[in-house]
């Protein structure tokens, strides 16, 4: 009987943690938002291939980026100029959310640049389709007039933009060689290198078992596991497996939410239906 309770509930636990671990799975690809980047709306003195070389430079900086499925760029224009949309002319709001839902996006990234004497000045910004609420964006200048210039820059727009740097290395740590040296020595600093342990090894079946049994003190009897039953290890067994079954249901709970907040025209919300949670 013993044995089919074990079994019944290793099985329970192995089915919980591949809910969970589904769960999860599920929860992280429903914040992975679909996005199209528009080439930029230009004004003034700059070069024609300016705005599409700025936009696909954008567009691989916030795939890297692994919070976005971004659509490609030649199936942006291409799909745009079969609806009558001119893709370097589709700087506003109301054109990037129309382009958005000919592509199919949740979001979209699009702007201007322009020139202002010697300076370009780029304006770019995240706009969410459904409700046409700015997610973010950010007001760059170059004094230098040259496009080169914003195309180097765009890692930096791009973390304003979603809160994420990319394109970047993080410092090499030195190895940690002093903490090995300190635990081989111990022995010789505390003189033990050759003593007994001042304890037995206990028995893992032992770890539940509260008090000495043969040491108890007077009108205290030691708790021991039960004729080798381990009543305590299969309690925490049975709470592994609540949690699980309750992380699953919560996570589940959360990616429904999520997927309904997808729905609505958003013209009332103050928060974002759909919104990325950027880091």
């Known amino acids: 009987m013993k044995q089919k309770i074990c079994l019944s509930l290793i099985f329970t636990l192995l089915i919980s943690f591949i809910s969970h671990d589904m769960l999860l799975a599920r929860a992280f690809q429903s914040q992975s938002y679909s996005l199209a980047v528009i080439p930029f709306a230009v004004r003034g003195r700059i070069p024609g291939d300016a705005s599409e070389r700025v936009a696909e430079r954008m567009q691989v900086e916030l795939t890297r980026t692994n919070m976005f499925v971004v659509t490609n760029m030649a199936t942006v224009k291409s799909t745009l100029r079969d609806n009558g949309i001119v893709p370097s002319?589709?700087?506003?709001?109301?054109?990037g959310r129309q382009a958005g839902?000919?592509?199919?996006?949740r979001l979209v990234a699009n702007g201007e640049m322009r020139r202002v004497g010697?300076?370009?000045i780029l304006e770019a910004?995240?706009?969410?389709?459904?409700?046409?609420?700015?997610?973010?964006?950010?007001?760059e200048q170059y004094f230098d007039?040259?496009?080169?210039?914003?195309i180097q820059d765009m890692p930096n727009i791009i973390e304003k933009l979603v809160g994420k740097q990319?394109?970047?290395?993080?410092?090499?740590?030195?190895p940690a060689t002093e903490a090995p040296e300190s635990r081989q020595q111990e022995p010789d600093l505390l003189g033990q290198e050759n003593q007994e342990p001042s304890t037995p090894a206990q028995d893992p079946d032992d770890l539940f078992t509260i008090g000495d049994p043969?040491?108890?003190p007077t009108g205290q009897p030691a708790m021991r596991r039960s004729g080798g039953g381990g009543g305590m290890k299969w309690a925490l067994i049975g709470l592994l497996v609540a949690g699980g079954v309750g992380a699953g249901v919560l996570l589940s709970?959360?990616?429904k939410s999520d997927d309904n907040n997808g729905n609505g025209d958003g013209s009332t919300v103050t928060k974002l239906p759909g919104h990325p949670i950027f880091p």
């Open 125 to 139: 910004r995240i706009v969410h389709v459904a409700s046409g609420k700015i997610v973010q964006s950010v007001n």
């Open 89 to 95: 002319n589709c700087g506003s709001i109301e054109c």
């Open 101 to 105: 839902r000919i592509l199919g996006a």
């Open 118 to 120: 010697s300076r370009i």
């Open 214 to 216: 043969e040491g108890a």
């Open 253 to 255: 709970n959360k990616s």
């Open 166 to 174: 990319v394109g970047s290395t993080p410092p090499p740590q030195a």
């Open 145 to 150: 007039g040259n496009v080169n210039s914003v």
